[in-house]
């Protein structure tokens, strides 16, 4: 099947994730038509996956990605590149308590 989207999302942190092991996993999903993910962007497996997407463009160039974000950006945030990155309409109205998890189902 083509067209498939894979989602991941996942914990501030992950000691115990391999990232050679991330890679393989979404390898074989593209393998399996997946060619659109999305990522969230608050913790360390987060930005695991987005490092193995970008790479994995470079070997896959029909596969997309979008960083999938919370909240707007602010001047303390320390995320450089923007061009990745999507914010989901209606996620405005959402009190900021409750953006992730809002975000979240929205993915």
């Known amino acids: 099947m083509e ?3 894979c989602v991941f999302f ?4 992950c000691n115990s994730l391999d990232a050679e092991v991330l890679r393989n996993t979404i390898e074989e999903l593209v393998g399996q ?3 659109e993910f999305l990522v969230g962007h608050q913790g360390q497996f987060d930005s695991m996956v987005r490092r193995c997407l970008r ?10 990605y979008s960083v ?3 909240y707007l950006p602010t001047e303390r945030q320390e995320y450089e590149d923007y ?5 989901p309409e209606g996620i405005e109205s959402v009190h900021p308590k409750y953006a ?3 975000r979240n189902r929205y993915l």
């Open 3 to 5: 067209g498939q989207v």
């Open 55 to 64: 790479s994995l463009q470079e070997k896959y160039p029909h596969i997309h």
């Open 10 to 13: 996942g914990h501030r942190e």
């Open 100 to 102: 992730i998890d809002w």
């Open 33 to 35: 038509g997946v060619e």
């Open 83 to 87: 061009t990745d990155t999507m914010y």
């Open 68 to 70: 999938v974000l919370a």
